[in-house]
Nanobody
Framework: QVQLVESGGGLVQAGGSLRLSCAAS????????MGWFRQAPGKEREFVGA????????SYADSVKDRFTISRDSAKNTVYLRMNSLKPEDTAVYYC?????????????????WGQGTQVTVSS
């Protein structure tokens, strides 16, 4: 089992940047595919991106491609989401998730563990 704790959210102006962190407990971090999802008020949770165990295979939603970057640091048991050129439509609660299943997939059902989320608000 793994516990996930997100941090780094906040209020930022459009065009700004934020870096979210997700710290994982336990010594099996490297066995998990890590994903980021977000949920805006009144909307369903949506996939943002994911990274495989070794960090060399990534997947992004079209809406964030070329603006967001996922990375992981196994020494720190942490996965990051760097968000650049933020837009008001990026406003949401952002969640990290861990999956024992194969490649970095966009479906929330394949993720076994979830963090509590961190709020990101982008003002226009």
């Amino acid at each position: 089992q793994v516990q996930l704790v997100e941090s780094g959210g906040g209020l930022v102006q459009a065009g700004g940047s934020l870096r979210l962190s997700c710290a994982a407990s336990g010594r099996t971090f490297s066995t998990y595919v890590m994903g980021w999802f977000r949920q805006a008020p009144g909307k369903e949770r949506e996939f943002v991106g994911a990274i495989n165990r070794s960090g060399d295979r990534l997947s992004y939603a079209d809406s964030v491609k070329d603006r967001f970057t996922i990375s992981r640091d196994s020494a720190k048991n942490t996965v990051y989401l760097r968000m650049n050129s933020l837009k008001p439509e990026d406003t949401a609660v952002y969640y990290c998730a861990a999956s024992l299943s194969g490649p970095p997939l966009p479906m929330s059902r394949v993720y076994d563990y979830w963090g509590q989320g961190t709020q990101v608000t982008v003002s226009s």
